[in-house]
């Protein structure tokens, strides 16, 4: 009977001692704590103080700015104005090798829709945002891209991109591009010199296939 109450009394002091010993390491984690709390405020005090100088010298050399960019503004406005829109018209909705170019189609194609000065994002079914071209640089690239002539079906679905060019001229830097667009989307790409276009009949062979 007195080894079972020596027992119980070491196992009660052996609890009492760990009860004590969490209790104790809890109020140093407490206070730790407390102390990184501390420090971390008087660091944010200090930085919202150091802004605050900042902001006030940003804010006298702002206005210095603004004093020094008076002068530009006061330039600017002697700018002559943009001429009017009817100066900058176009005598024809087409360039003279375009046009050519159209007639020949036109006559080779009767049963055919032919359109001219087209651009090549047209092509696409581009959702209305713009957010596509800003995340797409073929998009982007296309979007400045124009077809001389388009061949259409009559129910407007494109068969063919043609493009016509002067004499000794160079290709565009982005044609090479633009015609694998083309042919990606299973779209057939010409290209003519203006002075030695096709006859009708063969230009009908050439762009049907």
């Known amino acids: 009977m007195a080894m079972e109450l020596i027992v119980l009394a070491i196992i009660a002091a052996a609890i009492g001692y760990v009860v004590v010993a969490v209790r104790r390491a809890r109020r140093e984690q407490r206070a730790r704590s407390e102390e990184r709390s501390a420090a971390l405020i008087a660091a944010l005090q200090s930085g919202r103080g150091s802004n605050r100088s900042e902001t006030a010298a940003g ?7 603004a004093t020094t960019d008076a002068a530009p503004s006061s330039a600017a406005a002697t700018i002559s104005p943009a001429p009017p829109l009817a100066a900058m018209r176009r005598a024809r909705f087409l360039t003279e090798p375009q046009r050519l170019l159209y007639l020949v189609l036109r006559s080779a194609l009767p049963d055919h829709v032919v359109m001219a000065n087209t651009r090549m994002v047209d092509l696409l079914d581009l959702p209305p945002d713009a957010e596509a071209l800003e995340h797409d640089a073929r998009l982007r690239e296309m979007l400045h891209q124009r077809i001389d002539c388009m061949v259409c079906r009559s129910d407007l679905v494109p068969l063919a991109a043609i493009v016509v ?14 015609a694998e667009r083309l042919h990606e989307l299973g779209i057939r790409f010409l290209r003519f010199r203006s002075d030695s276009l096709p006859r009708p009949a063969e230009m009908r062979t050439l762009v049907l296939g």
Do not use: L
């Open 59 to 65: 804010g006298a050399s702002t206005g210095a700015t």
């Open 165 to 178: 060019y002067a004499p000794g001229a160079a290709a565009p830097s982005d044609e090479c591009s633009q």
